[in-house]
């Protein structure tokens, strides 16, 4: 079953704007990651947070995690229509594999 | 570099047909995954090895059969393939289980 849940499933923005998407999951992790597939390709790794760090940045990207309510939220600031993409979490429960959501479709219109 | 590689990219079969999936990484991980992707439903697990020479079942493993022929290669088999596997297989790859994975582009496979 899935742990992570992403939130909103679609998100439509325009270039400049900043996109902010939610991840919830249920059981205590050991990491969360975040993840981008733009259309027809593999996933690529975006950033890792570890269950005892509460933010961390990549470029544009700012990741929080909130051990207290399961809950994580990827921002990417000034988006770009190079942007466009689904984009997922996925959890380490430390006891099997990672554990991906069913993604947020983000749209950035030029 | 090649990272992880994925043959076939497309695939059609007649339901009842065999078919293996090949994937391999240069990248030297000890842990490697298939996934399948269908329209609403995200990233399932199908099988998975952790490391070389042992292997275990994901959350959708019925009608797959995996064999980790290496450290570098993990193989997919459908032996009897329905239409209900008509899917995108993605093969990724990581340090160890928990770290961040590596994709291969995916197979697009229809079962007619």
């Known amino acids: 079953s899935q742990q992570g849940e992403e939130d909103p499933q679609a998100l439509s923005i325009q270039e400049g704007e900043n996109a902010t998407m939610n991840c919830s999951y249920k059981t205590s992790i050991n990491n969360l990651q975040w993840y981008r597939q733009n259309s027809g390709r593999g996933l690529v790794h975006l950033i890792l947070?570890?269950?005892?760090?509460r933010e961390k940045h990549s470029g544009r990207l700012r990741v929080t995690l909130d051990t207290s309510k399961k809950s994580s939220s990827l921002l990417i600031t000034a988006s770009r229509a190079a942007d466009t993409a689904s984009y997922f979490c996925?959890?380490?429960?430390?006891?099997?594999?990672?554990?991906f959501g069913k993604g947020t479709m983000l749209l950035v219109s030029p | 570099n090649a990272g992880v590689t994925q043959t076939p990219k497309f695939q059609v079969l007649k339901t009842g047909q065999s078919m293996t999936l090949q994937c391999a990484q240069d990248?030297?991980?000890?842990?490697m995954y298939w996934y399948r992707q269908d329209p609403g439903m995200g990233l399932r697990l199908i099988y998975y090895?952790?490391?070389?020479?042992?292997?275990d079942k994901g959350e959708v493993p019925n009608g797959y059969n995996v064999s980790r022929l290496n450290k570098r290669e993990f193989s997919l088999r459908l032996e009897s393939a329905a239409p209900s596997q008509t899917s995108v297989y993605f093969c990724a790859s990581s340090n160890y289980r928990g770290d961040e994975q590596y994709f291969g582009p995916g197979t697009r496979l229809t079962v007619t």
């Open positions: 990248m030297n991980h000890n842990s």
């Open positions: 996925a959890t380490d429960g430390g006891y099997s594999t990672l554990t």
């Open positions: 947070i570890r269950s005892n760090e």
């Open positions: 090895s952790a490391s070389e020479g042992t292997t």
